[in-house]
Every structure is written in C-alpha cells, then in structure tokens.
C-alpha cells in the first residue's frame, strides 16, 4: 500500500507504471485508433476498465476497505500522467471510478456502498453525470429536474443535456429538485438513478468531427427507489459539491496537462514552418511556464 510519497517512491512508482504500460496497452489501440469503429472503440475502453481492475490500478486512491490500495493523490496524478503520456484508452468506468464512488463513500449508506463500489471498480458498472440543464448550466442551484415522492419511490421528470457516456450507462448521479424552485438549492436531492429504464430517453449530441461523447437525457416518469437517495432529502447541493472535488481532481488535472502539452509542441511546430518568429518567441516562453509548473509539482520525473 502507498500511503505517502517521498521522492523516491514516487520515481519508482512511475517506473512501476510505466514497464506495466509497456505491454498493458490494447494491441490495435495505439497503431490503428484512428480507424477502429465506435463499436471497436468501446468494446477496447470497457476492456481497459477489467484490465486495470485485474493489475490493481482500477483503485489506486481508494481506501483498502473499499478494495483499492490506499494510494494518496499523488500516485494517483502520476498514473494517469503516465496513462494520459502513454495515449492509453480512457475507460468507460473512469466517472464511477473517479467520481461516483468517491462520492458514495464520502456520503453513501453501509447499503449503498456495499452494493456500488465492487461494481464500480472492476468495471462491470458505468456512471455518467446529469447535473446540466438546458437552462442551468453553471447555475446548477437552478435545476429544474423534478423528484416527487410517491410511496418507496421518486419519481423523476425533466431533461439533462451535456451527458458524457449516458449512452453506455448504467447509473447517473442525477441532481433533482424535491421541493418548489422558490427555494433555490435548498431542496436539491442526489440520487443514485438507474439508467436502464423505460422513462430514461437518450438523444445522442454529435460534436462537429461527428463524435459522440454527449448526450440529451430526458426523464419522463423515471423511478428511483428511496434506497437510492444519495444523503439526505434536500442537502444535494453539499452532497453535490463534494462530487466537483472529484470531477476536478488529479487524475484529469494530468489528463490535461499532459494534452496541453501536446497542443504546446503543435503550436511551436506549425510557428516554426510558418517562420512567426514573434509567434513563436512567445510559444517556446509559454513552453517555458508550463514546464515551471510541472518542475513546481514535480511528481518525481526524471
Ligand atoms: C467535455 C465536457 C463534458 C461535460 N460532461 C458533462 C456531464 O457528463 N454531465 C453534465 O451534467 N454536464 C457536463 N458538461 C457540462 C458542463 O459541466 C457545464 O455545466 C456546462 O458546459 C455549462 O453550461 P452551459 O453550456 O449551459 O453554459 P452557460 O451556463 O450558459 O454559460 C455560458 C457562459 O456564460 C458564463 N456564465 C454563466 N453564468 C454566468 C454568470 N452568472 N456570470 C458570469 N458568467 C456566467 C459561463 O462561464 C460561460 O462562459 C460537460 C462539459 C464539457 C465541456
């Protein structure tokens, strides 16, 4: 188990990760990515979400009584710098795993935890996020989903836009109002929603390279039992707020700082064809800063 990193151990744990890369990658993934299917695209990510399960990275930050291996954040900033370095796929349960069960353990029931975070880590579970609205982006107190109470169960009516991987979900953490809008985020309730359901509509949304990464979901009479409120009736918007330390945290940091500094290296290439020279005097000083910040972090490169 990593606790904490001197830095040595974090110069070895990197060395771990990347002789495990060396042969850990999908054959096909990394040659021919730009001509595989959609299909083949997924069936690769899901199979990526076993393959880190089976090595032991698919829990890398999650205490060991939640079955990971108690690795601190900055094992865990290492790693998908080096998965990111690697052009590795990104897993279909990257959300659960990184968001949903963070969240259930910080707020979830002994029930709900049993039930969730075994699935979440070997993969067999994906998770995707309905918090956006159509009229409530950024203004997230503003939802306007409705979860009326009806016997054991809510019932959920309203729309989602923005869903990454609703297509291949099986569960969302749905924030909902459970109470009149007069009172702002003070009735919002989590929920751990199942997906696969008659009243859960799904409408792809095409980027215009045609890709399919977001999705509009529309509840229409969709049902979650009591037992899968997440916390308490109206306190999702702490409930909620925990869940943007996740989203945001060290894994998708290094996702795209290492992303940043691909662009960085196009960036200068193309200055340099095109002989800019002001232009790119002032990308190699911007290569310099991002290069400072990364030396400041300094996760033990060599
Ligand atoms: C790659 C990606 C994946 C995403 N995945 C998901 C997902 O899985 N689930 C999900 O729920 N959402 C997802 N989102 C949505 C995202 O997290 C934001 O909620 C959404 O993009 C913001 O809402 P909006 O597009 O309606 O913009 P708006 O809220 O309309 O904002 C438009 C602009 O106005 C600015 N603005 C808004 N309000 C104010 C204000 N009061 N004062 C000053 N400026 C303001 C904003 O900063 C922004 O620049 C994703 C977004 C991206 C880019």
């Known amino acids: 188990m990593?606790?904490?990193?001197?830095?040595?151990?974090?110069?070895?744990?990197?060395?771990?990760?990347?002789?495990?890369?060396?042969?850990?990658?999908?054959?096909?993934?990394?040659?021919?990515?730009?001509?595989?299917?959609?299909?083949?695209?997924?069936?690769?990510?899901?199979?990526?979400?076993?393959?880190?399960f089976k090595a032991g990275y698919g829990g890398l930050s999650w205490p060991p009584e939640y079955g990971g291996r108690g690795a601190g954040p900055v094992a865990d900033a290492i790693f998908y710098e080096e998965l990111a370095r690697a052009g590795a796929p990104d897993g279909l349960s990257r959300l659960g795993r990184t968001v949903a069960g963070p969240l259930i353990m910080t707020a979830g029931s002994e029930e709900q935890q049993s039930k969730y975070l075994p699935e979440i880590l070997d993969g067999s579970s994906v998770w995707c996020?309905?918090?956006?609205?159509?009229?409530?982006?950024?203004?997230?107190?503003?939802?306007?989903?409705?979860?009326?109470l009806s016997g054991s169960e809510y019932v959920v009516n309203g729309t989602k836009i923005w869903t990454?991987?609703?297509?291949?979900?099986?569960?969302?953490?749905?924030?909902?109002?459970?109470g009149s809008r007069d009172a702002g985020r003070n009735n919002l309730t989590m929920f751990l929603m199942p997906m696969n359901q008659p009243g859960v509509?799904?409408?792809?949304?095409?980027?215009?390279?045609?890709?399919?990464?977001?999705?509009?979901?529309?509840?229409?009479?969709?049902?979650?039992?009591?037992?899968?409120?997440?916390?308490?009736?109206?306190?999702?918007?702490?409930?909620?707020?925990?869940?943007?330390?996740?989203?945001?945290?060290?894994?998708?940091?290094?996702?795209?700082?290492?992303?940043?500094c691909r662009?960085?290296?196009?960036?200068?290439?193309?200055?340099?064809?095109?002989?800019g020279r002001q232009t790119l005097?002032?990308?190699?000083?911007?290569?310099?800063?991002?290069?400072?910040?990364?030396?400041h972090l300094s996760f033990g490169r060599r």
């Open 164 to 178: 990454s991987f609703a297509q291949h979900a099986t569960r969302s953490l749905l924030l909902a109002r459970t």
């Open 129 to 148: 996020l309905c918090l956006s609205e159509p009229d409530a982006g950024s203004d997230l107190a503003n939802v306007s989903t409705s979860a009326i």
């Open 2 to 52: 990593i606790t904490s990193f001197s830095q040595r151990g974090a110069i070895e744990f990197r060395e771990e990760v990347r002789t495990w890369l060396q042969t850990a990658l999908p054959q096909g993934w990394i040659e021919s990515r730009d001509s595989l299917t959609e299909d083949q695209q997924i069936e690769i990510r899901r199979e990526w979400d076993r393959t880190l």
């Open 201 to 260: 509509q799904i409408r792809p949304i095409r980027t215009i390279a045609g890709d399919h990464h977001f999705n509009e979901v529309t509840f229409d009479s969709a049902v979650v039992p009591v037992s899968d409120r997440l916390g308490g009736e109206n306190d999702g918007w702490n409930v909620f707020r925990a869940s943007l330390t996740f989203e945001r945290g060290p894994a998708i940091a290094m996702s795209f700082f290492v992303e940043m």
């Open 263 to 275: 662009e960085r290296e196009t960036l200068i290439e193309c200055c340099a064809a095109d002989e």
């Open 281 to 295: 005097l002032r990308a190699r000083e911007l290569a310099s800063k991002i290069e400072l910040v990364r030396w």
